[in-house]
């Protein structure tokens, strides 16, 4: 018991020693404008490189819209398609069995000519 | 003894001002931080520059991205881990992890009121920079940061009971190694 409390005496002795080297060791003075520079400039690049890619992000998706939208602009049915079947339809309904059927021809007809023009481009 | 509740709390007030103001407030946490930071990176290196080397490695990875800081549960233990990860990186670029005998490479403050105490300062330091890193680690965080060994294992990735095994045989080798140290200093 007597050799415990010894052993634990010693123990406190050394860690006040310790305790009271903290602050011996300094960081040098040249440490902080160095650290703040770095940090400035690193700080500054990333922001740099952020911005690029994310304009290059930006004109990648205008790039592909725009480029989606130019193969596929001549194919796209339009409304006033639709009605010009609607009235072709109509038309042919009168004497070709139904108005069923007069819409599938003119379908295939507007088909045809949205090959046609396909091809042509 | 438990870390000091305040200098937690002034590191993470100042962790928030970073993530809210950017780089310009890195200032604060420089001041707050850097010599317990160097301090502690000074044992895993033995070496200033190389100990210089990785606080400033540390901040500038803090100030890019303050927000990593921010969300940890305690930005100055997260703060220390860092600073220990980058310090073990150069040790292993460097290759220099070997004991050290003196302590020139050493940035020290000399009070003229302390001029009596810088003998047994020195005898100290010599002393920790002869424990292997595993040890001299856990003395710095234990002593100087008054960290629990539960808090101390998180840091160093240990189990407590490992952390308190080192700090044994750290403190049974400082021990040794002070007493020696001041016998030959009677002698003298």
Known sequence: MHNL???????DEVEALVQAAGGYVQASDDL?????ETARTEVGELRGRRWVRQASLAAAIVGIAVSIRTTTGGIEPKIGDAEVVYEQASQKSVGAG???WALVQAFCELRERQSEKLQSD | MALPDDF????RDCTDRLAAAGVDALGALFDLTSHRLVRFSVTLTRNQHDAEDAVQACLVKVAGRPLLLAA???PWAYLLQMVRNESLAIIRRKRR???VTSLTDLVTRRRIDELEQEETHRAVWLAIRSLPQEQAEVVVLKIWEAMTFAEIAQILEASPNTVASRYQYAMSKL???LTKARQEA???
């Not at chain 1, 902080?32 to 703040?36: A, D, K, Q, S, T």
């Not at chain 2, 937690?8 to 590191?11: D, E, I």
């Open chain 1, 32 to 36: 902080r404008p160095r650290v703040l």
């Open chain 2, 97 to 99: 992890a070997g004991v």
């Open chain 2, 8 to 11: 937690s709390q002034r590191v």
């Open chain 2, 72 to 74: 940890a549960d305690s």
């Open chain 2, 186 to 188: 009677r002698h003298a």
């Open chain 2, 175 to 177: 021990a040794a190694k």
């Open chain 1, 98 to 100: 139904g108005f069923g």
């Open chain 1, 5 to 11: 409390v010894d052993w634990q005496e010693r123990y």
